[in-house]
């Protein structure tokens, strides 16, 4: 499943079947696991978020996020969340991939993570640019232990570009 999917779903407090709100962003950690889900309806002055913790989604799927009560919604500073994907000063979206040896893959255009495998970042698709992206499609990466979230790039292992694949879902089909 694709992060920028889920990105406007909306959440459900299991409980009482209540709609608390729609997903704005996602919390992620450097070692590749998405950590909660941020909601909208932050404030213009406010540098707090309101988020949910991970492990207190109970189901999510192609239309809604189940989460077990309304007291699973918290609030928290914004700057003390390291990594998002979509938004703030920590995102991985449009973050550049580059090889240790300098070659640039890329940006990020998408997280993939597998929903069997519970909240682990399993790749990422890359875009090497809209003309590109037309021609070739976009190219997914596994996501190694190797690979650290830097504070303007993603730096991959020597000969990553190898392991690059066709995109799950890439523009062209």
């Known amino acids: 499943m694709k ?3 889920m990105i406007g779903l909306t959440v459900f407090d299991v409980e009482n079947g209540k709609q608390i ?6 919390m992620v950690t450097a070692n590749w696991r998405i950590t909660g889900i941020e909601l909208e309806g932050k404030g213009l002055f406010s ?3 309101k988020v949910v913790a991970w492990d207190d989604i109970v189901a999510y ?3 809604a996020i189940m989460i077990r009560n309304q007291q ?3 609030k928290t500073e914004a700057r003390e969340i390291q990594h998002t994907y979509l938004l703030g000063p920590g995102k991985l979206k449009d973050l550049s991939v580059l090889t240790e040896e300098g070659l640039m893959l890329g940006h990020i255009s998408d997280v993939y993570f597998d929903q069997e495998m519970g909240n682990n970042i399993i790749g990422l698709e890359i875009s090497d640019g809209f003309v590109s992206d037309i021609i070739e499609g976009r190219k997914w990466l596994p996501c190694t232990e190797d690979m650290s979230i830097g504070e303007n790039a993603v730096m991959v292992p020597p000969l990553s570009e190898q392991r690059l694949e066709k995109a799950i879902y890439s523009v062209n089909g």
Do not use: P
């Not at 709100?21 to 996602?26: E, R």
């Open 21 to 26: 709100g729609k997903i704005h962003d996602f």
């Open 72 to 74: 699973a919604v918290r």
């Open 3 to 5: 992060l920028q999917d």
């Open 47 to 49: 540098s707090q978020v």
């Open 61 to 63: 799927g192609e239309d």
